[in-house]
């Protein structure tokens, strides 16, 4: 049976492991190998990497360290930040990341997906997506340059709009992160992923708002998502994974031990 | 003493591979050379996207005979191993036609395709490649299209169907799922596979 993921997110900046709340406020956690190793230890099922200021900085991530990950773990790993065209995404997938995720750059082009699908393969392409509930009008907004605060700004999008645009386009994999939730540690938005997973015939990984092990065992519960993201818990050893696993797996849900 | 060549089919990332076999301690050289992958103690062919692309890349590099008349162990890896059949669905193509076997799409109905994480093979036969390799080991999959179960099938996973996980066929093993991203498990295979002689 395919096992439901858990996959650290490591938000890096300046060749660094950072973390913010609400993409805001950035503190240093830690250098990159080091952590990346222990979760592949710790039975993570997956990494990803955000360089979390490249969007932003219109500069695509400081390559080096993705081979030196690539060298030392045995599990997959995804690399996100900048990459806007086939040659970038040629360059990080050469060096050994399995998959590389595209956010802003695929807003801005989504002929992009396209592209990236019929040249390197649908597993390989994820899209991230950063959602804002707006109380105001009741809506999910789709967001982008989201690494540096000074630039985010809301799309044309609506969410749901745009994730069937993704999947149309080809793309083997969907993140959504739900920003509201981001950092605070309140549980994953279950009704925003539910209502998206019926919507999303290809994986779909939930990301934003994990504090606390029950939070997970919900979002697989009840929005049988394929993956949790979460990055504060773990970096900070708030949960640890094995535990985590042993209580999804006594709550029925397919791990990987 | 062991050569290991991964063939260079120049759509593939090869350096996941490559990195997986170096932990390992042995180092692996990369080419397209027919006369250098012939003289292999073992070969790898690795393969991401998609299988009409990878025999177009084969063909054009000349390596279609060369691949077929090898007679040393030779692992096929994801779409690698796709490849060994006689065709495949992706782009209904012939494929080296080594193992008798052929790739269908996945039917799935409520599950996300590609079929992407970890998932459990189910081993029957005793089989040189599986030593040390328990059943209902988890391995890391990425793919939407697999071969069904058959005679060349040392064993197998599920989703919705079953469908091939390893096969193998004289010299010709395959592995649809990635070993050199499957932790322990995958190391154990790949080390298995290079004490094959």
Not at chain 1, 46 to 61: C, K
Not at chain 1, 66 to 85: C, H, K, M, N, Q
Not at chain 2, 11 to 22: I, K, P, T, Y
Not at chain 2, 122 to 132: A, C
Request: charged fraction near 20%; charge should be negative.
């Amino acid at each position: 049976m395919l096992a439901k993921r858990i996959i650290p997110c490591l938000d890096v900046r300046n060749g660094e492991v950072v973390k913010g709340v609400q993409f805001r406020n950035h503190e240093v956690i830690g250098a990159i190998e080091p952590l990346a190793e222990r979760y592949a230890l710790e039975g993570a099922d997956e990494l990803v990497f955000y360089d979390i200021t490249a969007s932003a900085d219109a500069r695509v991530v400081d390559k080096s360290w993705v081979e030196r990950v690539a060298r030392l773990i045995d599990i997959p790993f995804t690399v996100a930040g900048g990459i806007s065209s086939l040659q970038q995404a040629q360059e990080i997938l050469a060096l050994g990341a399995d998959k590389i995720s595209v956010n802003s750059p695929a807003l801005r082009n989504p002929d992009l997906i396209n592209q990236l699908v019929d040249e390197f393969g649908q597993q390989c392409i994820v899209i991230g997506i950063d959602s804002f509930y707006n109380a105001e009008t009741g809506q999910y907004e789709v967001y982008q340059f989201t690494g540096d605060e000074s630039r985010t700004q809301k799309t044309q999008w609506q969410t749901a709009d745009w994730l069937a645009e993704v999947v149309a386009r080809g793309a083997g994999e969907v993140v959504l992160n739900c920003m509201n939730q981001d950092g605070v540690r309140k549980g994953y938005d279950i009704e925003q992923l539910a209502s998206l997973r019926q919507a999303c015939p290809i994986p779909l990984i939930a990301s934003g708002g994990a504090g606390a092990i029950e939070h997970f065992v919900e979002v697989f519960d009840r929005a049988d998502v394929d993956g949790a993201l979460a990055a504060s818990v773990f970096h900070k050893q708030i949960i640890a994974i094995a535990e985590l696993k042993q209580q999804l797996a006594q709550a029925g849900i397919p791990v990987r031990q | 003493m062991t050569q290991l060549v991964i063939v260079d089919t120049a759509c593939a990332n090869l350096s996941s591979v490559r990195f997986a076999c170096e932990r390992l301690g042995v180092e692996p050289v990369l080419s397209n050379d027919p006369a250098v992958i012939k003289a292999a103690s073992h070969v790898i062919l690795p393969g991401v996207g998609t299988a009409k692309a990878a025999m177009r890349n084969l063909h054009q590099l000349g390596l279609v005979e060369t691949l077929q008349q090898l007679t040393q162990p030779v692992l096929g890896i994801c779409l690698g191993m796709q490849l060994l059949g006689r065709w495949s669905a992706e782009g209904e193509v012939e494929c080296l036609g080594v193992i008798d076997m052929q790739t269908e799409r996945l039917q799935v109905t409520d599950l996300p395709l590609p079929h992407m994480g970890w998932n459990t093979l189910n081993i029957s036969p005793e089989h040189p490649l599986l030593r040390d390799i328990p059943d209902s080991s988890w391995v890391y999959f990425v793919h939407s299209y697999a071969v069904p179960v058959g005679t060349y099938t040392i064993a197998s996973c599920q989703y919705q169907q079953p469908f091939s996980a390893i096969v193998q066929h004289q010299n010709f093993y395959g592995a649809q799922f990635h070993p050199e991203r499957s932790s322990q498990i995958g190391a154990q295979l790949i080390q298995n596979f290079l004490e094959l002689s």
